[in-house]
């Protein structure tokens, strides 16, 4: 069966420095893999995907990830975090087979002044 | 485009009532998607669509939920009787192949 687990609930950053939320996967075969954001009472918005090739994927608002098969990680970074990225963010994985997105749990990003 | 519609916004209802909640997926995508988010479960994928079939329906609690899609451009999700542990963010989302998945604003179902 496939899955998504984000090992920490929330991760506490100061303004401008770097930010990373792990994310790791279980699947069989090659994954697809997505990262998506929700702001407080919104919906879920799309970040960055990785379906093959480069092992870096930039996404939106200054977000990367680096999709690493040997570790089976998918880790959410961006160099110099800001207020605004105070959210909750979800790894998903998607079936190769069906469209369907597996999420993981969420993590809870807090970026202080 | 404006994106996965949904409605009602907000929905606060009474233990034992029929709650619809309503999806109008982004014209042209062919894969529709129900998803709960509660606090304790996180977000659970209820049931998808593809071109318009029930492809797969595990995560549907129980026979107290049904969905339908009579058509390309619109979905119910219905739950009767309805329980004060029905109450979550319900969101319907919608992906063409190929790409990755939009999703609605959300419904807030609140059973009292």
Not at chain 1, 7 to 35: H, I, M, R
Not at chain 2, 29 to 49: D, K, P
């Amino acid at each position: 069966a496939q899955s998504v687990a984000q090992p920490e609930d929330q991760v506490n950053v100061a303004e401008g420095n770097p930010l990373t939320v792990k994310c790791t996967y279980s699947v069989s075969g090659n994954p697809y893999l997505f990262w998506y954001v929700q702001y407080p009472n919104r919906g879920l918005q799309f970040l960055l995907k990785y379906i093959t090739g480069d092992n870096l994927v930039k996404g939106s608002y200054g977000f990367e990830a680096e999709f690493n098969k040997s570790q089976t990680s998918f880790h959410l970074k961006k160099p110099s975090a800001l207020v605004s990225d105070s959210a909750l963010y979800f790894c998903a994985v998607r079936d190769r087979g069906y469209n369907k997105l597996i999420f993981g749990a969420g993590t809870r990003l807090a970026v202080h002044p | 485009d404006a994106g996965v519609i949904q409605s009602p916004r907000h929905e606060v209802t009474e233990m034992g009532q029929e709650v619809t909640l309503r999806c109008k997926p982004i014209s042209g995508h062919n894969s529709l998607f129900w998803y709960r988010q509660t606090m304790m479960r996180g977000l659970e994928l209820l049931i998808y669509f593809n071109n318009n079939v029930p492809i797969d329906d595990s995560g549907m609690p129980e026979d107290r939920f049904s969905a339908k899609m009579p058509n390309a451009s619109f979905s119910t999700l219905k739950i009767q009787p309805s329980e004060p542990r029905d109450s979550a963010v319900y969101f319907c989302a919608s992906s063409f192949e190929g790409s990755w998945t939009y999703f609605g604003p959300g419904t807030r179902l609140t059973v009292t």
